[in-house]
């Protein structure tokens, strides 16, 4: 292993539900990982230059192995694919070590979670952690059908075992199908709980303004595509104050793309303002936020942003860099 990737070995590969594949990854021969907690993702270099993100699903305690349930799209652009593809036992695995976008709160009463297709991911492990943790928790759980539904039967076992938590099941194919009532999730809800949602971009909008009237602290969410198109109007004046540089912004490329052109390197990685890895100080100028990542308060105070994917809203921009 090395400090920027770690190089696992594919341990086991099955199939969690229709369409999507569960790698177990390990360290070659055995060994621990280092630590990750609730809403971890990690990097996953495809093929020969591509890299994506996928949520850990195992119970954080474990420290042998990560666990990726990976969903095969369907309009793959490489990633999924590949793993479905070109991934079986015992294949080597290139992984960056975890980062966490989407933490459980530490103080809340009771949790949550609400998972759309394969938002399940890191929601599972979510459940795993608060049962862990003795805190109530209850997860609703929404997709096609029972055969889509990745990782369905151990859910199942666990919470039937639970002490603290419940599991709710929608699947939008069955006769019987039960849309779930967010406002009345709410209602039922403690005031002080926490709400967790990673799913679709229509499930995610029901939950945006179901919560809208919460204190932003107690709702979370993670996104699996980008919720707004790349800034690349251009046209405005973008300095790299430590590199000296100057350089004019014409419509079509985004920050990273000037940056990046300019041979001043920066860590990239997602390039849709989904994964962080891309923040970059700012200076000086108002910056057009168009990333998932930074909260609203974040975005009001300018000092940072996602340069694979928000532009400038003035004439002049001065970046960190």
């Not at 862990?132 to 059908?145: D, N, P, T, V």
């Amino acid at each position: 292993m090395t400090d920027a990737w770690l190089e696992l070995e594919a341990h086991a590969v099955d199939t969690a539900a229709s369409g999507v594949r569960l790698l177990d990854l390990r360290v070659p021969g055995g060994g621990e990982l280092p630590a990750f907690a609730a809403g971890a993702h990690v990097d996953v270099v495809v093929g020969d230059a591509l890299v994506r993100q996928y949520s850990l699903c195992n119970d954080p305690r474990e420290r042998h192995r990560y666990l990726l349930a990976v969903a095969l799209a369907d309009a793959s652009r490489g990633g999924s694919r590949y793993l479905h593809e070109q991934v079986g036992r015992r294949a080597r695995v290139r992984v960056g070590k975890p980062r966490n976008l989407f933490p459980l709160a530490t103080v809340a009463s009771h949790s949550v979670l609400i998972a759309g297709g394969i938002g399940i991911t890191p929601l599972w492990a979510m459940a795993q952690s608060l049962e862990a943790a003795g805190r109530s928790w209850e997860l609703h759980y929404a997709a096609r059908s029972p055969e889509h539904a990745a990782l369905l039967e151990p859910i199942r076992r666990f919470a039937a075992e639970s002490r603290l938590g419940k599991l709710h099941c929608y699947f939008s194919r069955l006769p019987s199908a039960v849309r779930i009532d967010l406002p009345a999730l709410l209602r039922a809800a403690p005031a002080d709980a926490h709400f967790y949602c990673c799913a679709s971009p229509g499930l995610l909008a029901d939950f945006e303004t179901a919560t809208a009237s919460l204190p932003p602290s107690q709702v979370h969410l993670e996104r699996f595509e980008a919720s707004q198109q790349a800034a690349t109007e251009g046209r405005y004046e973008l300095v790299l104050a430590r590199s000296g540089l100057s350089i004019e912004m014409v419509p079509g490329q985004t920050v990273l793309d000037a940056v990046l052109a300019a041979g001043v390197a920066v860590r990239s990685t997602c390039r849709e303002g989904l994964c962080g890895d891309c923040e970059t100080g700012v200076l000086e100028g108002e910056p057009d936020h168009r990333d998932d990542v930074l909260s609203e308060q974040e975005h009001a105070a300018n000092t940072t942003m996602m340069i694979c994917c928000s532009g400038c809203k003035g004439s002049r921009l001065v970046l960190d860099l």
